[in-house]
């Protein structure tokens, strides 16, 4: 079992920035690999970024190329995300999930999720 801790999440204005965290507890195994995902009101949940502990590979929507970056405290088993030139189609709540086997931003490859931190981006 992992249990999965998201803070960071606000408002802010287009053009800033945010941090948010994903903090697991826990099997380790189960963290294999981790992930940000979205869902905006009235779409599907998709997926921002993922980041392999075993390779260190990170995987990234086309959407958020170049203004995201996710990273991972291994030793504090937690997954960030920083934010850059935030846009108001970035509005959404943010999910971290965590798999023990493949990854990927398909959300059919994650067991576990955490609750969600709302970002919010004003024009």
Do not use: I
Not at 25 to 50: H, I, L, N
Not at 67 to 95: C, G, H, I
């Amino acid at each position: 079992q992992v249990q999965l801790a998201e803070s960071g999440g606000g408002s802010v204005q287009a053009g800033g920035s945010l941090r948010l965290s994903c903090a697991a507890s826990g099997s380790s195994g189960d963290t294999y690999c981790m992930a940000w995902f979205r869902q905006a009101p009235g779409k599907e949940r998709e997926g921002v970024a993922a980041h392999s502990a075993g390779t260190d590979k990170t995987y990234y929507a086309d959407s958020v190329k170049g203004r995201f970056t996710v990273s991972r405290d291994s030793a504090e088993n937690t997954l960030y995300l920083q934010m850059n030139s935030l846009k108001p189609d970035d509005t959404a709540m943010y999910y971290c999930a965590t798999t023990r086997v493949f990854c990927g931003l398909s959300s059919r490859l994650y067991n576990y999720w955490g609750q969600g931190t709302q970002v919010t981006v004003s024009s």
